[in-house]
């Protein structure tokens, strides 16, 4: 199975959990970032340092601490505070892998927190922002796209070309 079939396998299970934990056991909103973070992180994980997913699983697992040490930790700090630092840590985690040859670059990295920023933009005005089944059925076409093995020809072949390239 190539690395991007098992991050697809990886995505599937992900959405399932998702859903569990944030649907049913409605443990809150707030845990959504830290939990598709989470999800992200393992689907990087199986692609390797070259693979794809690591801005996603980065950003989001760093700035999924925010909303929980917000709302479920209820430290002493503003929302903005909390998750500006939290953006903060995220972007210089990015980076510093990026440095050492890992697939980040800074446009996908904005793009995460772009993401992000409309998403907690639209929270107060739409009600679908806040259903876990959203993020779950979102992965889970993600994730099936990647098993079918959808638009991953060219993918494929340039994360085969960056192996080759850390290899030498």
Do not use: K, N
């Not at 396998?9 to 973070?37: C, D, K, Q, R, S």
């Not at 990015?94 to 040859?101: D, I, S, Y």
Request: hydrophobic share 55%; net charge positive.
């Amino acid at each position: 199975m190539t690395p991007r079939r098992r991050q697809g396998a990886v995505l599937l299970a992900g959405a399932a959990v998702l859903y569990v934990l944030l649907g049913p056991a409605e443990i809150g909103f707030h845990w959504t970032p830290e939990v598709l973070g989470m999800v992200y992180l393992a689907a990087a994980l199986v692609g390797g340092r070259h693979g794809s997913y690591w801005p996603t699983a980065v950003v989001l697992t760093v700035f999924g601490l925010g909303p929980v040490a917000i709302f479920a930790l209820r430290i002493d700090a503003t929302q903005a505070a909390t998750y500006t630092v939290c953006l903060g840590l995220a972007v210089l985690v990015t980076a510093q892998l990026a440095e050492r040859g890992w697939a980040i670059t800074a446009t996908a990295v904005g793009a995460v927190i772009l993401a992000l920023g409309v998403v907690y933009a639209l929270q107060p005005h739409v009600d679908l922002v806040e259903e876990p089944a959203v993020y779950a059925v979102a992965l889970a076409v993600v994730g099936a796209a990647r098993l079918a093995g959808v638009g991953g020809a060219r993918r494929e072949e340039r994360e085969t070309r960056h192996r080759a390239a850390a290899q030498r």
